[in-house]
């Protein structure tokens, strides 16, 4: 009986074994095809980063050769305008009487009106990208503002 007892021991035991090392080998499985999705997963959340990124850069790129175009527009804008001061300060030295006196005045509005222009496009160079529309805007009311000043000058003249 004895022989029997241990027998059935040593079979109960052995399927025991069995079962845990299937159970092992099963949890072994479930962990490898869990980390296989993990790594899957961080796999693609790196590239849809990556994506990101050079999206971003692409959308920063455009908006510095826009800001720089605008700048340079508007640099243009104001040599223009220079040129036609200088012009019009030539005229002032032939203006006599009262036509110099209203002349006197309507040039130092054009100065004040021009160094507000530069002014405004020294702060547009140093403006952070989220200020950099709202001084544009401002700068070409001043660029306006100078046109018309300067136009008041000629007028004079």
Same mark, same amino acid.
Request: charged share 40%; proline share 0%.
């Given at each position: 009986?004895?022989?029997?007892?241990?027998?059935?021991?040593?079979?109960?035991?052995?399927?025991?074994?069995?079962?845990?090392?299937?159970?092992?080998?099963?949890?072994?499985?479930?962990?490898?095809?869990?980390?296989?999705?993990?790594?899957?997963?961080?796999?693609?959340?790196?590239?849809?980063?990556?994506?990101?990124?050079?999206?971003?850069?692409?959308?920063?790129?455009?908006?510095?050769?826009?800001?720089?175009?605008?700048?340079?527009?508007?640099?243009?804008?104001?040599?223009?305008?220079?040129?036609?001061?200088?012009?019009?300060?030539?005229?002032?030295? =032939? !203006?006599?009487?009262?036509?110099?006196?209203?002349?006197? @005045? #309507?040039? &130092? $509005?054009?100065?004040?009106?021009?160094? +507000?222009?530069?002014?405004?496009?020294?702060?547009?160079?140093?403006?952070?990208?989220?200020?950099? =529309? !709202?001084?544009?805007?401002?700068?070409?009311?001043?660029? @306006? #503002?100078? &046109? $018309?000043?300067?136009?008041?000058?000629? +007028?004079?003249?």
């Amino acid at each position: 009986m004895k022989t029997i007892s241990r027998t059935l021991f040593l079979i109960g035991a052995l399927a025991a074994a069995g079962a845990c090392k299937n159970k092992t080998e099963e949890a072994q499985k479930a962990q490898e095809t869990a980390n296989k999705k993990t790594v899957e997963a961080n796999e693609a959340q790196r590239e849809a980063d990556e994506k990101a990124a050079v999206a971003a850069r692409e959308k920063q790129d455009k908006l510095v050769v826009d800001h720089r175009d605008a700048e340079d527009k508007l640099r243009k804008d104001l040599e223009s305008s220079d040129r036609k001061i200088a012009d019009l300060r030539r005229k002032l030295t =032939d !203006a006599k009487g009262d036509a110099r006196k209203n002349a006197d @005045a #309507a040039a &130092n $509005e054009v100065e004040l009106r021009h160094q +507000k222009v530069d002014q405004n496009l020294a702060k547009l160079r140093g403006a952070a990208a989220n200020a950099w =529309d !709202a001084t544009k805007l401002e700068l070409e009311a001043d660029m @306006a #503002a100078l &046109n $018309e000043a300067i136009e008041n000058f000629e +007028k004079t003249l």
